[in-house]
Antibody
Framework: QLQLQESGPGLVKPSETLSLTCTVS??????????WGWIRQPPGKGLEWIGS???????YYNPSLKSRVTLSLDTSRNHFSLKLTSVTAADTAVYYC???????????????WGQGTLVTVSS | DIQMTQSPSSVSASVGDRVTITCRAS??????LAWYQQKPGKAPKLLIY???SLQGEVPSRFSGSGSGTDFNLTISSLQPEDFATYYC?????????FGGGTKVEIK
C-alpha cells in the first residue's frame, strides 16, 4: 500500500526558505505513470496546487509561485522535495504531498496523499 | 487559469437526505473533473475522477455527473461519516485549480 509522509521544519522565519521532503513507501517514485505533487492549504481555507514533478525530473509549477518554487526528486532515496524561497506569513499552510497516477501527464487528480504538515512562517 | 466555483459554500442536511453540490468551471474542461472529501485535520480523499468515475472503494451513494463547465456531486443518502468538506478540482490544464469547498453540516 502506497504511503506518503511529509517532513521538515514546522516553523520558518520570514524571508527564509521553506524546505519539505515527501518520503514514499510501498512503491517507487520512478514509475513512468506517476506525477508527484505538492498542494497547500492555509488554515481554514481551500486548496492550492504548488507544482508537480515527473520521475524524469520534469517540473510543472503554479505560475503564482513559480519564481519561488523548486521541486526535486531523489530516486535512490525514493523521496521528492519542495523548496519555497522568500516566505512570508501568507505561506503559512498545511503542505501536502501527493501522487497522481496520470499515464505521464501532469494534468491529473491526486489518488494518494500524505497526512500533511503545518508550516508556520513567523519570526 | 481556470476558475472553479462551488455552490453552495455550506449545506445543512440530515442523515438520509439527498445532497447535491455544484461545481462550475470558468471554461470548458470536458470531463476532467475530480471530487475530494476532506474531514477536519485530515488530507483530502479522492472520491470521483473523470467527472463520474468512482475511485476505489468509495461507496456507491456518491455519484458525479456533468461535462463541459457544469458538474454535480450527489450523495444519495447522507450517512454520519459523510459530514465533511468537499472540493472539486479541474484536471484539464495547468495550473491545476480547486473549488472553494462545500461544507456539509449536520442539521
Amino acid at each position: 500500500q502506497l504511503q506518503l509522509q511529509e517532513s521538515g521544519p514546522g516553523l520558518v522565519k520570514p524571508s527564509e526558505t521553506l524546505s519539505l521532503t515527501c518520503t514514499v513507501s510501498g512503491g517507487s517514485i520512478s514509475r513512468s505513470e506517476d506525477f508527484w505533487g505538492w498542494i497547500r492549504q492555509p488554515p481554514g481555507k481551500g486548496l492550492e496546487w504548488i507544482g508537480s514533478i515527473y520521475y524524469s525530473g520534469s517540473t510543472y509549477y503554479n505560475p503564482s509561485l513559480k519564481s519561488r518554487v523548486t521541486l526535486s526528486l531523489d530516486t535512490s532515496r525514493n523521496h521528492f522535495s519542495l523548496k519555497l524561497t522568500s516566505v512570508t506569513a501568507a505561506d503559512t499552510a498545511v503542505y501536502y504531498c501527493a501522487r497522481a497516477d496520470s499515464s505521464g501527464y501532469p494534468e491529473s487528480d491526486f489518488q494518494n496523499w500524505g497526512q500533511g504538515t503545518l508550516v508556520t512562517v513567523s519570526s | 487559469d481556470i476558475q472553479m466555483t462551488q455552490s453552495p459554500s455550506s449545506v445543512s442536511a440530515s442523515v438520509g437526505d439527498r445532497v447535491t453540490i455544484t461545481c462550475r468551471a470558468s471554461q470548458g474542461i470536458s470531463s476532467w473533473l475530480a471530487w475530494y472529501q476532506q474531514k477536519p485535520g485530515k488530507a483530502p480523499k479522492l472520491l470521483i475522477y473523470a467527472a463520474s468515475s468512482l475511485q476505489g472503494e468509495v461507496p456507491s451513494r456518491f455519484s458525479g455527473s456533468g461535462s463541459g463547465t457544469d458538474f454535480n456531486l450527489t450523495i444519495s443518502s447522507l450517512q454520519p461519516e459523510d459530514f465533511a468538506t468537499y472540493y472539486c478540482q479541474q484536471a484539464n490544464s495547468l495550473p491545476l485549480t480547486f473549488g472553494g469547498g462545500t461544507k456539509v453540516e449536520i442539521k
